[in-house]
């Protein structure tokens, strides 16, 4: 079988993106994960760029962070306890049923993980992910070896063939494990036909696929493992960026670090890591970020549970300053949920007259609230739409509000990837409709002279500078200020700041004051 080293030489000249081969690279390492749920409802669409708990790291970040496959061992010989599920079905499964369009692997694959051995964890969620992160490459290969397409209602054994054309080009799996093991799991999915074709397929594809790969990778698609609507909205919206933003969507974020400092400066937090033996590094933009050189379990690290650090992207970290808080200023933090940058607000500025954070979903206030127990803070938590200000407003006005709004995540993409899966063109108009109405149902609450920061997550055009200058269009007392920040590429309206150019997430933000309380 040719290396994947050689088929490196075919692909890896146009596409920087490219996974770790078998021929020995490891794959990069990422960061955390976000607690938002992945549903197709327009609130639910948000991804927090924040985990500050050991959840976040405990579970699939720690798999993610550490590289792309655990070292083959015990587990891919087939000997799993008595009556746990082959990891290798288990993320088959979770990745099915976003294939099907009914969940995100945020919500699907905890189920699965249940399931399967304490030691196999890493392994199902990584093979998950990653199987994610190059579904749009694998889905073209497994086209190019099957006869027919399958039926929606085999989206298990399609989401289980994936699974193995990942483990077989790139992960260090041996190719006699990673088919074995594969094609052994289907028995379980009670498709008396699943098995040979499986057996069939990836034997070809261990023959045949590099040679497939080389032909197909002319397709962009292929080549940035991107489905078309977005490869093509992305080149649209950055002709020069484009490739490099793919490229930075499929590598494996660093693990970021805030520190809280009412507990420490950053520099004093740097030092207890080098004591502690830990090599990081001073984010570059953010004045609390704090770069780990190797990941780890957040509960291990210094202070976790003290509340001296969160786990925070640096982008994320930059709307608490930018806010410019003041003692005695009241703030709205809407759509707070899990609430990093609450708590990050109260962690700035520690003589707010109050911080009140709204978000939809009672149920996920629930995280807010423990993130701001373990770091000893307060805030005035409401569950509600935030846009029916009449619902849950007191009347008395804000002087600073954090708009982080819904959006298509696609700046998260390398912490999401079944993001690529997910989304759908339809949804960014749909989001953008959305982030339009919060702006104006929140611009009467902002008092006069008072600030409203805009941020997403996204890095499509239409979710920030075109929802911002409708936005400005049509509000008489609404004035955009000048972010004073080296951080990101200048756009007509606030500033968009790229994964590829800082090494943080893809992330957006407006600066608006407003002047008077009239509006057009």
């Given at each position: ?34 607690e ?35 070292q ?11 009556g ?18 009914k ?48 039926k ?72 940035t ?41 950053r ?31 957040v ?11 969160s786990?925070?992207d ?60 373990r ?28 708009l ?20 759908q ?13 919060l ?16 941020a ?18 049509r ?36 600066k ?9």
């Amino acid at each position: 079988m040719q290396s994947m080293a050689d088929l490196s030489q075919h692909v890896e000249q146009r596409s920087a993106e490219s996974p770790g081969r078998r021929s020995g690279r490891r794959a990069g390492r990422t960061g955390h994960d976000s607690e938002r749920q992945q549903g197709r409802s327009d609130r639910c669409l948000r991804r927090e760029r924040s985990a500050p708990d050991p959840s976040a790291t405990a579970g699939r970040q720690a798999v993610e962070l550490h590289g792309s496959v655990q070292q083959p061992s015990r587990e891919i010989c087939g000997r799993h306890g008595a009556g746990s599920m082959n990891p290798r079905l288990a993320a088959a499964k979770a990745l099915a049923a976003v294939l099907s369009g009914k969940a995100s692997l945020n919500s699907s694959l905890p189920t699965q993980l249940d399931k399967v051995e304490l030691r196999d964890r890493g392994l199902t969620q990584d093979l998950a992910f990653s199987t994610a992160r190059w579904q749009p490459r694998l889905s073209a290969l497994a086209a190019k070896l099957l006869q027919k397409p399958f039926k929606a209602a085999d989206a298990d054994v399609e989401a289980l063939l994936l699974v193995g054309l990942y483990q077989l080009f790139y992960s260090r799996i041996p190719a006699h494990a990673a088919i074995g093991e594969t094609v052994g799991c289907a028995d379980k999915l009670k498709k008396p036909w699943a098995k040979g074709l499986l057996n069939a397929v990836l034997r070809n594809a261990q023959r045949e696929g590099e040679a497939l790969l080389i032909e197909l990778e002319h397709d962009p698609v292929v080549r940035t493992a991107h489905p078309r609507w977005l490869q093509k909205a992305l080149k649209a919206a950055w002709p020069e960026h484009w490739e490099a933003i793919c490229a930075a969507n499929n590598a494996h974020p660093p693990m970021i670090l805030r520190v809280n400092r009412r507990h420490h400066s950053r520099d004093q937090y740097l030092e207890l890591l080098k004591a502690a033996g830990l090599e990081a590094s001073a984010c570059t933009f953010s004045q609390d970020g704090i770069v780990l050189a190797e990941p780890c379990d957040v509960r291990s690290l210094p202070g976790f549970a003290e509340g001296w650090i969160s786990v925070q992207d640096e982008a994320a970290q930059l709307a608490a300053d930018l806010l410019e808080l003041a003692p005695g200023q009241r703030v709205l933090d809407a759509c707070c949920a899990p609430g990093g940058k609450t708590c990050h607000l109260l962690e700035v500025q520690p003589q707010l007259n109050g911080v009140v954070a709204v978000d939809l979903e009672a149920k996920r206030l629930v995280r807010v609230r423990e993130n701001l127990d373990r770091l000893g803070l307060d805030a005035e938590l409401i569950a509600a739409d935030a846009r029916e200000t009449a619902q849950w407003w007191d009347g008395k006005p804000f002087q600073r509000i954090l708009l982080d709004a819904p959006c298509s995540a696609t700046g998260v993409i390398r912490r999401h990837p079944d993001i690529k899966l997910t989304r759908q063109p339809d949804d960014i108009v749909a989001l953008a409709t959305l982030q339009g109405e919060l702006l104006d149902a929140l611009w009467p609450t902002l008092e006069v002279g008072g600030m409203l920061i805009y941020a997403t997550c996204s890095t499509l055009p239409t979710e920030n500078t075109e929802v911002v200058e409708a936005f400005l269009a049509r509000t008489s007392g609404a004035r955009e200020l000048d972010i004073a920040s080296d951080a990101g590429i200048k756009q007509p309206h606030g500033r968009q700041l790229l994964a590829q150019q800082g090494g943080h997430d893809g992330f957006y933000y407006a600066k608006l004051i407003k002047i008077a309380a009239t509006r057009a």
